[in-house]
């Protein structure tokens, strides 16, 4: 497309976009960050702003970086560069508010106005009103994702042509590898641009969600972007859903995993009988059948709570802070660089069964009496007296961090 004219993209749109690009993100093919960019703004503004509203802006190569998972495995990672965060950004922008109002009211990954908590909540929900769950895995979904069946999904909502461009030149845009080799890319989007989630809705829009309520009006689900979860009355009919919606991903160019991909029962103290799969996982939570208590009785129920996964990559991120080794540091400064942290967790997973949160907090105690222990030679070797020691210290200081603020104390010693 070069028809001469000016795209309608203006200086405005580009800044707009800038200011909502997040910090933090590792740079792209060209090594420049969000404050190199910064550095020069207007130049590298103006520069972009040209290219784009003269329709001669592609994007370079998405830098691939690979995430280890805690359960095994990698997770694929693309980082465009700063100027393609904005360009993408102008785009998600215009885009956005066509197509959210037409997604379903139980999608709600990525969407304003929705979140996890409220797929997680539904999904408790539903579990108490059914028996059974078909727990969804898209293999490798966002390395496969097809292009002429996702451009077609967004010729059908926009007829802004610029939109139409970009979007087609971002799903060919070629990945540089690890390795530094570079590759073309003829299927998928790599997961971590910022229109990513937005496409990735659209295009699972149609391939499940508009099927569901044609094929299966009457089996509730929750999908948070790729994350599927669907609610049955009987096995039967859970077997059944799993075996159609296996075809209709095949047909849409998608595999269903197939040791992943399970049908879970609901067990609970209503729901005595025996079944090999009792417990998935949704969204960092594992739904699974827990102690619970009302009016003074103790019963079964099935509930959402912090993951083991989660609770790995927690510990794993902990271990990754080598708190004795900063010894040095006062307390206070070590809980002003970590309690935004352990914040953000216990608002998340804190969310739901939050006795399974202690775990973690008996971890990251057990860490700082190792900080303490070196911190002061009198404590060396004494693991018994750090920990009273630790345990002063968070009577002393409750608000240092959330958990002791909850409890008063330390959770160990």
């Known amino acids: 497309m070069n028809s001469g004219k000016p795209l309608p993209i203006t200086k405005r749109m580009v800044w707009e976009a800038y200011k909502l690009v997040k910090k933090g993100k590792a740079a792209g093919v060209d090594g420049q960050s969000l404050e190199d960019f910064a550095g020069d703004l207007e130049n590298h503004r103006y520069r972009l702003w040209n290219r784009l509203v003269s329709g001669s802006y592609f994007p370079p190569p998405v830098r691939r970086v690979e995430i280890p998972k805690a359960g095994g495995g990698i997770r694929p990672l693309g980082i465009p560069t700063v100027a393609d965060r904005i360009a993408q950004m102008v785009v998600k922008r215009c885009l956005e508010p066509v197509l959210d109002g037409e997604f379903d009211p139980d999608s709600c990954g990525y969407r304003p106005g929705k ?29 496969t994702i097809d292009h002429e069946l996702l451009m077609r999904a967004v ?9 139409r461009l970009y ?9 540089e590898m690890p390795d530094g080799s570079v590759r073309a890319r003829t299927t998928g989007r790599s997961q971590g ?12 829009h149609y391939v499940f969600d508009v099927w569901m309520k044609g094929s299966y009006p009457h089996i509730p689900f929750e999908r948070y972007a790729d994350d599927i979860i669907c609610h049955c009355r009987t096995r039967q009919e859970a077997e059944e859903l799993k075996s159609a919606l296996e075809r209709r991903f095949a047909d849409c160019h998608l595999l269903l995993h197939p040791e992943k991909t399970k049908v879970v029962y609901c067990a609970d103290s209503n729901r005595r009988r025996s079944y090999p799969q009792i417990h998935f996982d949704f969204l960092g939570f594992s739904f ?3 102690m619970a208590k009302r009016w003074g009785r ?11 996964n989660s609770l790995k ?10 708190l004795p080794q900063h010894s040095p540091l006062p307390l206070e400064d070590i809980a002003r660089s970590l309690s935004p942290v352990l914040r953000g967790w216990d608002q998340y997973y804190g969310r739901f069964y939050p006795t399974e949160l202690r775990r973690l907090y008996e971890y990251f105690d057990e860490r700082l009496g190792a900080w303490l222990r070196c911190k002061y030679k009198q404590l060396k070797g004494h693991r018994g007296r750090s920990l009273r020691k630790l345990n002063e210290m968070a009577k002393q200081n409750p608000k ?14």
């Open 288 to 290: 699974r059948p827990r």
């Open 400 to 413: 240092l961090f959330v958990h002791w603020q909850k409890l008063g104390r330390a959770t160990v010693g």
């Open 193 to 204: 641009g910022v229109v990513s989630p937005i496409l990735a809705n659209l295009f699972l």
């Open 155 to 163: 010729y059908r909502h926009t007829k802004a042509d610029w939109i």
């Open 167 to 175: 979007i087609e030149r971002w799903l060919k845009a070629p990945v």
């Open 313 to 322: 990559e927690m510990r794993a991120r902990i271990r990754g802070w080598r």
């Open 298 to 308: 103790i019963f079964t129920c099935f509930l959402p709570g912090v993951s083991p």
């Open 115 to 143: 979140s996890a908590h409220q797929a997680i909540e539904q999904a408790r929900k539903r579990c108490w009103q059914h028996d059974w769950v078909v727990d969804l895995d898209i293999k490798s979904f966002f390395d």
